[in-house]
């Protein structure tokens, strides 16, 4: 019988431990959560719950979880816990999101101690458990989301029992766009994901970021675009910075520009505090900087293209204070958005038949030059520089977009016919919207006759091959002038033998007429 007795009584215990008392298991549950957050949930309160799973009395600051403080002059906990309790009969979204518990939690946030529970979300869940009842404050680990494409979990008040937490954290978006102008048409697109242009040209950019939808929740909110420009674009200014419809003055953003080793440029726009900025910012706001580059004479020819590309880098943690006066310690970082500016390359090789074996063929001709011209929309025409190799007898202008040209023969290989001006369209197609767009296919079309007839581009590449070089070729022939009969040939041969007859008959009838006289 005693030893029944001493089973049973450890028995008891053993269920007790389960079930009885403060060894209940309370689980709070972190819902619609991405993954890689590990979640902490620190006791700032102990009690004793009641059987609605909702109310706490005997309240107490807890031993493990917070160094106890003052909150609005009162530093006892069942006080402050009176504070921040919300009426039956308040609105749902009071009840769980009111200004006092925010205040609260910034100010519990700084005194933790010991967390209770931790846990990681997998499959849009955290589930951290704890093991006595009380309020509780859940939030991000420290520094675990920083540099990331993330935002902290802004600090949740929950009274276990089992409850199930909505995540109140989102983060911005950014997005880089070009815009493309046609100087033969005087077309402009809308912003978009690519562009060509001519070398020298200014090429406008647009950088936009759409704030988060929980901004309310930030004392402060810092935005930097990181811009990154390569070799073959150079950055000249700012030409509009706006935090919601309102224009910002120099004085209200930073702007820094840096070289780097590998020739591209690093561009950066800092507004340090946007709330301080436009107070009456909200969420999905769109912050938008506009800027204008030259693309330059180190541009990348053809599909490769010269990108460009933004990331932005951003307030993260709303349970962080700081003044909104510097970057604060807790930012995300966005995916790049990249967009890509083509332009394309026109090579003229100057040739003359020769026969060979019985065949035409055509062999390089020196001698020529040659002067390509653009016509623009309003009438007139820009003259584009050459480059041609040693020997003169190909040249290749560099720094092309679509668009009409013209190309005169400015000097004529000696005894061979000037070629008319011949007049032809670049065409290029592109990806307007991708993230990384590709230029498909560059083509040469010829818009009026030559001497030697209709002149031929890239006769043995397709445009998609041709879009991968950038380069358009062509051959343009030229005729030998006429030749004029030469002093002492064939043509002064046959005046003599004209004169000699003409001679000779003189002579006889000068005879005839004579023996006829004596005759008579």
Do not use: C
Request: glycine letters at 8%; charged letters at 25%.
């Amino acid at each position: 019988m005693k030893k029944f007795k001493l089973l049973l009584a450890a028995f008891v215990a053993t269920l007790f431990a389960f079930v009885g008392g403060n060894a209940f298991a309370y689980t709070i549950t972190v819902d619609k959560v991405a993954d890689n957050h590990t979640y902490e949930a620190y006791q700032v309160f102990s009690g004793t719950l009641a059987s609605d799973g909702k109310t706490l009395s005997n309240i107490q600051w807890s031993e493990t979880g917070v160094t106890p403080f003052t909150f609005e002059g009162k530093s006892e906990a069942a006080e402050i816990a009176e504070m921040l309790a919300y009426k039956e009969d308040a609105p749902e979204k009071d009840k769980s999101d009111t200004e006092k518990a925010k205040e609260f939690s910034k100010l519990a946030g700084a005194n933790l101690k010991t967390p209770a529970a931790s846990a990681e979300s997998k499959d849009g869940q955290a589930v951290l458990t704890v093991s006595a009842p009380g309020y509780y404050l859940v939030k991000d680990v420290d520094g675990s989301q920083n540099g990331n494409d993330a935002a902290y979990t802004r600090f949740m008040m929950e009274v276990v029992g089992d409850v199930t937490a909505q995540v109140k954290n989102d983060k911005p978006t950014v997005q880089k766009k070009v815009k493309e102008t046609n100087d033969s048409t005087g077309k402009t697109t809308d912003w978009q994901d690519a562009a060509d242009y001519d070398i020298n040209d200014t090429v406008p950019f647009q950088l936009k970021a759409t704030l988060p939808k929980h901004i309310a929740d930030y004392d402060h909110y810092y935005v930097e675009f990181t811009d990154t420009l390569s070799a073959g674009l150079t950055f000249n200014n700012i030409t509009l910075v706006k935090a919601d419809g309102k224009t910002l003055s120099e004085g209200e953003y930073q702007v820094t520009k840096t070289p780097n080793t590998d020739g591209t440029t690093t561009l950066s726009v800092i507004i340090t505090d946007v709330k301080k900025v436009n107070e009456n910012i909200k969420k999905d706001d769109l912050v938008t900087v506009e800027y204008n580059a030259t693309l330059n004479d180190k541009a990348v020819l053809g599909s490769a293209g010269n990108p460009n590309s933004v990331e932005l880098t951003y307030s993260n943690n709303p349970n962080a204070t700081g003044d909104g006066t510097s970057k604060p310690a807790d930012t995300g970082k966005t995916p790049k958005d990249t967009v890509k500016v083509f332009t394309y390359q026109t090579i003229i090789n100057k040739v003359k038949e020769i026969k060979k074996d019985g065949t035409i063929e055509t062999a390089p001709l020196p001698g020529a030059e040659f002067t390509l011209y653009k016509k623009l929309n309003n009438g007139s025409t820009k003259k584009v520089d050459v480059v041609k190799n040693a020997e003169g007898t190909s040249f290749t202008f560099k720094g092309l977009d679509a668009g009409n040209y013209e190309l005169v023969e400015s000097t004529t290989p000696d005894g061979y016919n000037t070629i008319k001006p011949i007049k032809f369209t670049i065409n290029a197609k592109y990806d307007t919207e991708a993230a990384d767009p590709q230029l498909t296919e560059l083509s040469g079309g010829v818009t009026a006759n030559t001497d030697s007839g209709m002149i031929e581009f890239n006769k043995n590449i397709t445009p998609k091959e041709a879009a991968t070089s950038g380069s358009l070729e062509a051959n343009v022939e030229n005729k030998k002038g006429s030749l004029l009969p030469s002093t002492g040939g064939m043509g002064t041969t046959i005046l003599y033998v004209i004169g000699s007859i003409l001679v000779l008959v003189a002579a006889v009838l000068l005879i005839t007429k004579k023996r006829m006289d004596a005759a008579k």
